[in-house]
């Protein structure tokens, strides 16, 4: 470079301005669209939802009021169905059950086989054998029914029985020795009377070759047997015995009915439904010495008034007992898919007047647990009592060998249906006994000592079955129960489906609030940014640039 060139200043030309910096680009956000402004995009799917929610609960709101309903009015109407179809009108469901028992009855009879009747007539304790069941088929129906004027209806029921030898063990031919009722109860009642007739009447036995035991057939025993005795009674005494012929234990009962029962139909006074009103025109009987005992109580025996509870007891007349007897609640339970209230014979149910002095009219009396039936039963000592001397004084049992009592096979029970008063399965098992010992003047009855002897005892068993009891448990247990379930459904229902509206509604809330606070949001940033840019496009302040010249 020349000498001359360094030491001259060159004069700088000008600087174009430098252009502002770009702003920087916005940043692009990762974050999803916001779930409100996704919902509030599509309206017709927020409408259809709403709509969809309503609609939910209107139908919850109709089950909720159908369900209320239901709690307030289906008791009444099952009240009023029970009602309906219990009394005793031909309109009824259980009208034709009234009338024509469905139920198979079946009568088993246990005879006292005497093993040792030798050895009684000398004194000794008697020994007897059960022998059977023999089963016999009960067919029930009634006739002769009449409605009458004061809301009672008349009938008579006929009872036949037939012999199920598949069921028994044993035949009608078998033989049973046992005391002779007619030769051992014409002696009883001739014991107070003069030596010489009670002479002359042994001496009758003799000819006509009467015997203090007898050996018969079952079937005789049951449906009765010519005795020359009976021909001698009849013609000379008539009318001392209630029955002409052949005499047998259940001769009364075959092919015939036992008395005009007048009942209370319940479809005017429900409250006396089933209740007896008269028994062959009688409002009381005769038999007893009080006027307790002597009352027709309860329902005849067939069906109850509905709506039983615990303190609920069951009473009914029974013809072949000549009283009326009350039996007690035992436990709830149930048969076949059905509830049931279980009633059982209280144990002063043939206890004498010294234990229980409500029975004192139904003396005179011997040992406790034994009813004396003699004034129903042609003066004969016949008592009445549980089998093998159940539930009374153990005296009794004693006295004879081979009685075993015990809850399982000799106590009686009744199941019934305690919201309609049906019986659904029964079990009812009675004894039969005689009071027999010597007496004097009566050859016959030897050195007898006194004892009250078994004779037989019978259990009448029922069990509802078939098409009867589906009948009975379609209309009568499962509908209501249906009817019970379903108003509480329905309730669970209509209150599931009144909370879809109100998830709706509070779910349509927090998506408006969600809306609103992410459009406050971005309105914040559009003017951050726009300030930003603003700072940026401002022209930058004008200054001395400062140049170095060296040389």
């Given amino acids: 470079m020349p000498a001359g060139s360094c030491g001259r200043l060159r004069p700088s ?16 956000s990762s974050e999803p669209p916001s779930p409100a402004g996704a919902v509030c995009a599509d309206m017709g799917s927020c409408t259809g939802a709403r709509r969809a929610a309503v609609a939910l609960g209107v139908v919850g709101l109709l089950c909720v009021v159908l369900g209320a309903v239901m709690i307030v009015l289906v008791p009444s109407f099952i009240e009023q169905q029970v009602l309906k179809n219990v009394r005793i009108d031909p309109s009824s469901l259980s009208f034709n059950m009234w009338k024509e028992i469905p139920v198979p009855f079946y009568l088993s009879v246990y005879f006292f086989h005497v093993v040792n009747p030798d050895n009684v007539l000398k004194g000794e304790k008697p020994q007897v054998q059960e022998r059977g069941p023999y089963v016999y088929r009960e067919f029930r129906h009634k006739s002769n029914i009449t409605f009458n004027d004061n809301d009672t209806v008349s009938f008579l029921e006929y009872r036949t029985f037939q012999f199920q030898p598949a069921k028994s063990y044993g035949l009608e031919s078998d033989y049973i020795v046992m005391p002779n009722i007619l030769v051992l109860t014409a002696a009883m009642l001739v014991e107070h009377q003069p030596l010489s007739l009670k002479v002359l009447m042994s001496l009758a036995f003799s000819t006509l070759g009467e015997r203090a035991f007898m050996n018969r057939t079952v079937g005789e025993i049951m449906w009765g047997y010519e005795d020359p005795l009976m021909d001698f009674i009849n013609k000379y005494f008539p009318n001392l015995l209630p029955f002409n012929g052949k005499f047998g234990l259940f001769s009364e009962l075959n092919n015939t009915h036992s008395g005009l029962f007048t009942v209370f139909t319940g479809v005017k006074d429900f409250s006396r439904i089933h209740l007896v009103n008269k028994w062959n025109g009688l409002s009381k009987v005769s038999f007893w010495h009080s006027d307790q005992c002597n009352m027709i109580n309860g329902t005849s025996g067939q069906m109850w008034a509905p709506f039983m509870t615990p303190e609920s007891s069951l009473e009914f007349y029974s013809p072949d007992a000549c009283r009326s007897m009350k039996l007690v609640y035992q436990e709830a339970g149930v048969f076949e898919g059905i509830p049931i209230y279980r009633f059982v014979a209280p144990p002063t149910l043939f206890a004498n007047g010294s234990v229980y002095p409500p029975n004192e009219g139904f003396c005179p009396c011997l040992e406790s647990g034994i009813q004396n039936v003699s004034t129903c039963r042609f003066g ?124 709706h509604l509070i779910r349509s809330q927090e998506k408006c609030y969600l809306f609103w606070s992410s459009s406050k949001k971005g309105s914040k940033d559009k003017e951050a940014i726009q300030a930003y840019s603003e700072t940026l496009m401002t022209s930058t302040p004008k200054g001395t640039v400062l140049q170095e010249a060296r040389l």
């Avoid at 252009?19 to 916005?26: A, E, Q, T, Y």
């Avoid at 009592?405 to 006994?433: A, R, W």
Wanted: charged share 10%; with cysteine; net charge negative.
């Fill in 380 to 503: 004969a000592p016949l008592f009445l009592s549980h089998p093998h001397f159940y539930n009374a004084d153990p005296v009794l049992a004693e006295a004879v060998l081979g009685l075993h009592p015990n809850h399982q096979e000799h106590s009686l029970f009744l199941d019934i249906h305690p919201v309609t008063g049906i019986p659904m399965n029964c079990s009812v098992k009675l004894q039969l006994s005689l009071y027999i010992k010597a007496v004097k003047g009566i050859g016959q009855t030897g050195s007898i000592s006194p004892v009250v002897l078994p004779l037989l005892w019978f259990g009448e068993s029922g069990t509802m079955e078939g098409q009867a009891l589906q009948t009975f448990y379609t209309q009568l247990v499962l509908l209501p129960a249906v009817l019970h379930y379903a108003q509480y459904v329905l309730l669970a229902l209509g209150c599931a489906l009144l909370l879809i509206p109100v998830v």
């Fill in 13 to 28: 030309s000008p600087r174009r301005p430098e252009s502002p910096p770009l702003p920087p680009p916005s940043p692009v």
